[in-house]
C-alpha cells in the first residue's frame, strides 16, 4: 500500500502551525504529539506515521508551538489542544504523549476527557503536578515507558496510573527516555494494541 504523508499548516490563535497527515481522514484517529529534542518529522522518520496509517487508521504528527515548523502562541495548551482536534476534526482520538508535551495532554485530560479515546503516555512531564486534577478519570491509558529513563523516573507512571487507574504500564527494557526510539517495534506493538481494544 502507497501511504502518502501530507505536510500541512492551518492558523491557530494567529500563528501558523504544521503538522503531518496520513491514512484515511474518516477512520479513527491517533495524534502524536513530541518531545522538546523531536518535532512531528520525529514521527515521520521512525515509520509510526505509516504504520498506523497501513493499519486503516488515520495518524496525525503535530508540531507543537515553537518547535518544528510551528510559530510560537499566547493560549493556553489545553485551549490549544482543543483548538488544533476541531480543526483536523479528529473524533475522539487516541493521544501519544512523550516527555514535554505532557504539559499539552495532561492539562487537556484533565478539563476534556470527554473528547478523547485513550492515552499514550511515554514518560510525559507534569504527572505529579496534576495528579489531583487527574484523579478518577476513566479515560484509558497505556503508560509506556523504557527501563533507563534517566529523565522521568518509572514511579511517575505508577503515579499516573493511581490517579487514573483504567491503565496498564509497560516497560520497555534497555530503552532510555525516548524509548519509542530504542525499540521502535515493540513500541508500535503495544501501541497498536491498546489502539486497536481503545481506538
Avoid at 507543537?64 to 482536534?85: C, M, N
Avoid at 478519570?137 to 533507563?148: H, N, Q, R, T, Y
Wanted: aromatic content about 8%; proline content about 6%; hydrophobic content about 40%.
Amino acid at each position: 500500500m502507497d501511504i502518502t504523508i501530507q505536510s500541512q499548516s492551518l492558523p491557530i490563535q494567529g500563528a501558523t502551525i504544521h503538522y503531518r497527515d496520513a491514512g484515511n481522514p474518516t477512520s479513527s484517529s491517533v495524534l502524536f504529539l513530541h518531545g522538546a529534542s523531536f518535532s512531528s518529522q520525529t514521527w515521520q522518520d521512525i515509520g509510526s506515521l505509516k504504520f498506523l496509517a497501513e493499519k486503516g487508521y488515520r495518524a496525525v504528527a503535530i508540531d507543537l508551538p515553537g518547535y518544528g515548523q510551528s510559530q510560537e502562541i499566547a493560549d493556553s495548551p489545553e485551549a490549544f489542544l482543543r483548538e488544533f482536534i476541531e480543526k483536523l476534526n479528529l473524533q475522539n482520538p487516541i493521544i501519544v504523549s512523550p516527555s514535554m508535551s505532557g504539559k499539552y495532554s495532561l492539562p487537556f485530560i484533565a478539563k476534556y476527557p470527554e473528547l478523547l479515546n485513550g492515552l499514550v503516555a511515554v514518560a510525559p512531564v507534569g504527572i505529579s503536578q496534576l495528579s489531583s486534577q487527574l484523579q478518577g478519570i476513566e479515560l484509558p491509558i497505556l503508560a509506556i515507558w523504557g527501563s533507563d529513563d534517566q529523565i522521568v523516573p518509572i514511579a511517575e507512571a505508577d503515579k499516573l496510573l493511581q490517579a487514573m487507574p483504567n491503565g496498564q504500564k509497560v516497560i520497555l527494557a534497555d530503552a532510555g527516555h525516548a524509548c519509542y526510539m530504542n525499540k521502535t517495534d515493540e513500541f508500535h506493538e503495544h501501541l497498536l494494541e491498546f489502539i486497536r481494544f481503545n481506538g
